[in-house]
């Protein structure tokens, strides 16, 4: 069956004052739906580097903070009061509606934590994507407590229950459980090595399997680990059911829609729906004319991309005219 190819309309282009290259994906309010998050990154001198709010409807900057560094990932408080923004090697604890720093925390933080999730009684944990161990960050208190992992890298970051938390390594491919009480990590199941991990309500977890190709360094030359990626996914059933799909397209990253009923495929140049009950793409999203794809808002309907220009960078806001 033919799938649908939607079309976009540009809603707004905005230049942007420093590029937003391997820093954090624009990120959505998760109190407010008409807000989002970019941060500045590579490219950016460190003095002039920002988190900055930006509104969906215009593209305009309604809110910055000068952090001087790119910010890695985010963590926001259950009481909507305050955003925890990582770089490099501090964490600042910002003000939501204003963006005022009100803490900066330096001494103990774990370096490079592209993920980070909280208990909100004080405890940030945090993984690098490439690391070999997780901690535990009381920012209250400001000790830092460190556990090995049982096997490399994180995808996926979840807090379960209590102070326990899900983490998805892809080397050798496994969900482990971190429990920060405890001091104690532990191998729930392995799948095989993957790229991108998801879990739904049910139970579920989607999986998108790779080939693990170890890094080749002599004398300080060679090629750093990478992936292999297939255009695969799999399923893991909370009731047992094992399920493998080819897709037919190369894609980067898997999300699940909001009603869980589909699969979000996204890649640099566009963005697939996938509908396992029926185990085919149905809809299709395609970018061309230099556009890379940052970010998808399925409820919104829209799409961010940047394009690349003369002496700087622009953010472009798509609507998608069906979905």
């Not at 409807?57 to 955003?83: K, P, W, Y």
Request: aromatic share 10%.
């Amino acid at each position: 069956m033919t799938r649908l190819k939607l079309r976009t309309e540009i809603l707004w282009r905005k230049r942007l004052e420093n590029g937003i290259f391997n820093a954090i994906a624009p990120t959505q309010d998760p109190f407010c739906a008409d807000i989002f998050y970019v941060a500045d990154g590579w490219g950016s001198a460190y003095a002039s580097m920002r988190l900055r709010r930006m509104s969906f409807a215009t593209g305009e900057e309604t809110a910055s903070a000068l952090l001087r560094n790119a910010v890695r990932c985010m963590h926001f408080s259950a009481d909507a009061q305050h955003i925890f923004a990582v770089t490099d090697s501090k964490i600042y604890r910002l003000h939501r509606g204003s963006l005022q720093i009100d803490d900066k925390y330096e001494k103990g933080v774990p370096k490079y934590s592209d993920f980070v999730a909280g208990d909100e009684q004080g405890t940030l944990v945090l993984l690098n994507r490439s690391g070999g161990s997780v901690a535990a960050f009381n920012y209250a208190q400001g000790g830092v407590s460190k556990k090995r992992l049982k096997d490399e890298g994180c995808r996926l970051l979840l807090r379960g229950s209590g102070e326990r938390y899900l983490i998805a390594s892809p080397v050798r491919g496994c969900v482990q459980r971190y429990d920060v009480a405890k001091g104690r990590v532990e191998i729930l199941f392995e799948a095989g090595t993957f790229d991108a991990a998801q879990l739904d309500n049910a139970g579920n977890w989607y999986f998108h399997p790779a080939i693990y190709v170890p890094a080749k360094i002599f004398d300080g030359h060679g090629e750093g680990a990478r992936m292999i990626l297939s255009g695969k996914i799999l399923m893991l059933g909370a009731d047992g059911a094992r399920k493998e799909w080819d897709t037919g397209v190369k894609f980067k990253q898997i999300r699940l829609s909001a009603d869980e009923k589909s699969l979000l495929l996204q890649s640099e140049n566009g963005v697939w729906r996938f509908l396992p009950s029926v185990g085919r793409i149905v809809s299709e999203i395609l970018l061309d004319g230099g556009e890379r794809l940052e970010a998808f808002f399925e409820q919104r309907n829209l799409i961010l991309c940047s394009v690349k220009e003369e002496g700087g960078q622009s953010l472009i806001a798509r609507q998608i005219l069906e979905f």
